[in-house]
T-cell receptor, first 114, second 116 residues
Framework: AQSVTQLGSHVSVSEGALVLLRCNYS??????LFWYVQYPNQGLQLLLK??????LVKGINGFEAEFKKSETSFHLTKPSAHMSDAAEYFC????????????FGAGTRLAVHP | DVKVTQSSRYLVKRTGEKVFLECVQD?????MFWYRQDPGLGLRLIYF???????EKGDIPEGYSVSREKKERFSLILESASTNQTSMYLC???????????????FGEGSRLTVL
């Protein structure tokens, strides 16, 4: 069965520092992987996705993620954090037999301090 | 722009009440979803609909039902609300047609339900 593990429920960084949010997955089929962001009092919106093309995926707002099959990881990074990046981030994987039905991780809340 | 609208952002209900959460999308999407979001648990799928009047149970369907009478509208029903159903509920949609579906879900802003 597919599953997603996000390491660290809370991450805090200084403005301008590197952002690294970790995601590991398990999947019995080639996965599609996603990162979503949720700003306070809003729904989720897509940051980026991996769908078996390039392993380094660039998304919106300067975020990127690298698919590493050998490590079953899809970590999210941004070179320089902005205050506006403070939000909750969710990693998700497609489940077998259900291309549309995603399995979400527990989420990582990112705090950015001056 | 893609738009998924949930009718109520905040609701307060009493134990035992019947609760309706409404979701409308304007993108002509075939697939619609109801998720529940709780701290530390992420999003869990309650029900999924891939066509009018068609539905599938998700991971946590107990205590919930759904209705999809029109393509654009997907309702979540709590027949008899309980305190453990206090949560954030998120509706999402996505195209079902081959080639149109990139796997991305389009979410509404959520409905925060409190059951007293």
């Amino acid at each position: 069965a597919q599953s997603v593990t996000q390491l660290g429920s809370h991450v805090s960084v200084s403005e301008g520092a590197l952002v690294l949010l970790r995601c590991n997955y398990s999947s019995s089929v080639p996965p599609y992987l996603f990162w979503y962001v949720q700003y306070p009092n809003q729904g989720l919106q897509l940051l980026l996705k991996y769908t078996s093309a390039a392993t380094l995926v660039k998304g919106i707002n300067g975020f990127e993620a690298e698919f590493k099959k050998s490590e079953t990881s899809f970590h999210l990074t941004k070179p320089s954090a902005h205050m506006s990046d403070a939000a909750e981030y969710f990693c998700a994987v497609t489940r077998s037999g259900g291309y549309n039905k995603l399995i979400f991780g527990a989420g990582t809340r990112l705090a950015v301090h001056p | 722009d893609v738009k998924v609208t949930q009718s109520s952002r905040y609701l307060v209900k009493r134990t035992g009440e019947k609760v309706f959460l409404e979701c409308v999308q304007d993108m002509d999407h075939e697939n619609m979803f109801w998720y529940r979001q709780d701290p530390g648990l992420g999003l869990r799928l309650i029900y999924f609909s891939y066509d009018v009047k068609m539905k599938e149970k998700g991971d946590i369907p107990e205590g919930y039902s759904v209705s999809r009478e029109k393509k654009e509208r997907f309702s979540l029903i709590l027949e008899s609300a309980s305190t453990n159903q206090t949560s954030m509920y998120l509706c999402a949609s996505t195209p079902g047609r081959a080639g149109a579906n990139t796997g991305e879900l389009f979410f509404g802003e959520g409905s925060r339900l409190t059951v007293l």
